[in-house]
């Protein structure tokens, strides 16, 4: 069988990027994704089956068992096919050389950061973004190869991250400037010919660590803006910012934020110390900072936390 358009994808953005190509370019043939087991051993944050998609649309949906698409079953599908162009969307691992050399045009995705490729390589680029304060992303469309986000670019878009953005907002930013390029990926193929890659970057490597839950975890010893950035780079669908509390009996309980933002810096709140809730409005908590206090809008506890009580 031969497949022209591919789309690799684990995820509800990947389900986003499918709809838009079928109703607005051209139809997807295939789709690539993952055996729901899969999840039990991989942390896969949003993570969507697609198998209704052959309901919706009637595109086959093959379901690797492996992340890695090294599993015997997910070779030998690629072995006894051919296939055209692939667009990556949603999928967290490297694309095996086995299976990118056999994309006649090649297999396309996204990275993206603050500058330019190959500066911002690596895992979570958009929640980094968030969190060290970045106030753009410049979203790159480049062809795979072997190695992790190299800058064989066909093109760039670059959208804003203003203070109001968290991580879902920052998505659809993506997912807007995504469509574009794509768009403007699949008209050239569509047009036939070679695809132009630039691979003369001037720039140079610096890289973004892998994400786990546990990192986002508050020091409320830390400035305001740096707690803020954290909570909104790590909110729903990932696995949000987490702290600890108390109760009477001196047992810890998790605090997991979901929502917050700077409260005041001109209020005394010296007679707090940093982490303490100083008041309760509307079941939001007013907590103190080194340098003033935040609001959590939206947390999951297990017991009520009451005025007085010391998050860490």
Known sequence: MHYKVVVFGVKDTSENIIDFIQKEICPVDLVMTIAPKITEKNQVSGFKGLSFLTDKYGIPVFEADSYFLTDEKTQKFISENTFDIGIVMGWQ??????????????????HGNCGYLPFGRGRSPLNWSMILGDTRF????????????????????????NEHDDIRTAQYKNMICSKNLIKKLLECYLQGGDIPIRTDSKDFDSWYNKRTAADGKIDFHDRTRNIYNLIRGVAAPFPGALCYVKDADGNEHEVKVWQAHPFDEMIDFSAFAPGEVVDIFDGKLVVRTVDG????????????????????
Do not use: W
């Not at 490297?94 to 996204?110: E, Q």
């Not at 410049?138 to 991250?161: C, G, K, W």
């Open 293 to 312: 206090s935040l609001l959590i809008d939206k947390f999951d506890c297990e017991i009520d936390i009451a005025q007085n009580m010391l998050l860490y």
């Open 93 to 110: 691992r490297l694309i095996p050389k086995s299976v990118l050399d056999v994309f006649a045009k090649g297999i396309y995705g996204f």
């Open 138 to 161: 410049n979203l790159n469309l480049f062809r795979y190869d072997e190695h992790a986000d190299s800058p064989n670019v066909f093109a760039t878009q670059m959208f804003s991250i």
